[in-house]
């Protein structure tokens, strides 16, 4: 059981620091197939103006256009802070750090917390992979305001 909670662990690990620097940009997020099925339903907890509330996306690839769309001016670091592990449901909560730069000289433009859950599973090549994600963050105004969708 050991085991299995740390190669869950450093999935995730590697998830954070890969989804920093790949998850937004068009020739890097292929790097990203990895970590999400095919058929991931992404849903976000937050409004963006003429989208429905919560955002979802039901698919890998619509999920991932959406990232590369909204960091087009912007890139973020997520940090994660504190990492949850259900290995009974495959279950995973994560504390998030999530600061956002200008992509033209790379100011800080805010420094955040979020929350994330996600729903794994162990595909054919018995390797984790995020089936499910739920994105919730408490400034839901300063996050969204940055998104040029």
Sequence with gaps: MKKQYEEIKS????????????AQDTETMPKMD?????D???T??????????PLQYRNR???QQFLIEG????WENLIP???MIDLETMKVTTLLQIVKFDRT??????DLDGICFYRLIVNEDQEPQIRTLDFFTGDQATFTQLYEI
Excluded at 11 to 22: A, H, L, N, R, T
Excluded at 71 to 74: A, G, V
Aim: glycine letters at 2%.
């Design 61 to 63: 690839k619509d999920w």
């Design 105 to 110: 000289n790379d100011k800080q433009l805010c």
């Design 40 to 42: 991931v339903i992404a």
């Design 81 to 83: 802070r504190e990492i």
């Design 44 to 53: 976000a907890y937050m409004k963006l103006k003429g989208r429905d509330y």
């Design 71 to 74: 960091h087009r001016k912007i």
């Design 34 to 38: 990895k970590y999400w099925t095919p």
């Design 11 to 22: 999935f995730m690990e590697d998830y954070f620091k890969d989804y920093s620097s790949y």
